[in-house]
């Protein structure tokens, strides 16, 4: 399976967007993931076993240059995942709710219309604020970032 579409990235102030490619050999839990972009006539790679793609966009950020950072719902302290199951390019948005836990995000979703929520795991919007330690997010983007 492939997807094809833009990633933005931040450099300094300035925000750009670039081509990406994410491929999945299999589409299955554990299957390799690979993500694909060009920047300044550089392809770098990020790579992973994550469905939701979590694992291999931190694995593509640490391959970047110093000062250019990825900018997206997954890497938003406000990109939760659905704890009910593993589907790729596919990530709820808690810009509106206080998330300390998993069960935080359980209660929300269970009155939350699902799809007003639902974005792309590549999507931005202008409330976006990078995951960091402080903030709880139900998204192992961090964790995989920092191990």
Not at 49 to 62: G, I, M, P, R, V
Not at 90 to 100: A, P, R, T
Not at 118 to 130: D, F, N, R, T, V
Request: aromatic share 10%.
């Amino acid at each position: 399976m492939e997807y094809r579409g833009f990633l933005n990235l931040s450099v300094l102030d300035d925000l750009i967007a670039v081509p990406i490619v994410i491929t999945h050999k299999e589409l299955n839990v554990g299957a390799e993931v690979v993500i694909k972009i060009k920047y300044k006539e550089n392809t770098y790679l990020g790579t992973g076993k994550s469905l939701e793609w979590t694992d291999a966009f931190a694995n593509l950020q640490k391959t970047l240059p110093d000062g250019l950072n990825i900018r997206c719902c997954m890497t938003c302290k406000h990109g939760t995942l659905c704890p009910y199951g593993n589907i790729p390019n596919y990530i709820l948005c808690s810009k509106d709710v206080v998330i300390n836990d998993k069960d935080d995000v359980i209660d929300w979703l269970d009155k939350a219309d699902v799809e007003a929520i639902k974005k792309s795991s590549l999507g931005l919007c202008e409330q976006y604020e990078a995951s960091n330690v402080n903030d709880y997010t139900y998204n192992d983007y961090l964790y995989y970032l920092n191990h």
